[in-house]
């Protein structure tokens, strides 16, 4: 599921900014600047009822610029605009939280996204069992 949130601000983010290269994976050394790294900085789930499950998951979108701080802020800006809400498999989702700071050496971009999923369980259970009692009346 992060792979998809990842994958989806990806796309969103070449339609806006065409010729920018966009990482997903680490990149060690030799990335080409500007780009974008997108990662998934932090994700929590738990069960919710059944086989429900909450997920929140904290996407961080690095902007490298040549330490061009104007240029830095008009990207991070229309960020907000573009990840707010990101289209997964069809079903729009929506950033719960988004944050921009700058560090020294790139702008941080955060997006939060808290969302449910379900796991599919082929198992049959028996939801209730059976209870038999005898009444005497009278």
């Known amino acids: 599921m992060i792979n998809k949130i990842i994958s ?3 796309d969103d983010i070449k339609s806006k900014f065409g010729n920018i290269k966009i990482y997903t994976e680490k990149v060690k050394q030799g990335y080409e600047s500007p ?5 998934c900085k932090k ?3 738990g069960i ?4 429900r499950y909450r997920m929140t998951a904290e996407i961080e979108i690095h902007y490298y610029n040549n330490k061009q701080r104007e240029n830095c802020n008009d990207t991070m800006l229309s960020l907000f605009d573009i ?3 990101v289209n997964l498999d069809g079903f729009p989702i929506r950033a719960c ?3 921009m700071e700058t560090d020294s050496d790139c ?8 969302f449910f999923y379900y796991i599919e369980n082929n198992e049959e259970k028996e939801l209730m069992g059976e209870y038999k009692d005898k009444v005497k009346i009278g």
């Open 8 to 10: 989806a601000i990806a």
């Open 35 to 39: 780009c974008f790294s997108i990662i």
């Open 43 to 45: 994700a929590d789930s």
């Open 48 to 51: 919710y009822r059944g086989s």
């Open 83 to 85: 990840i707010n809400y």
């Open 97 to 99: 939280q988004m944050s």
């Open 107 to 114: 702008c941080i971009f955060k997006a939060g996204y808290d």
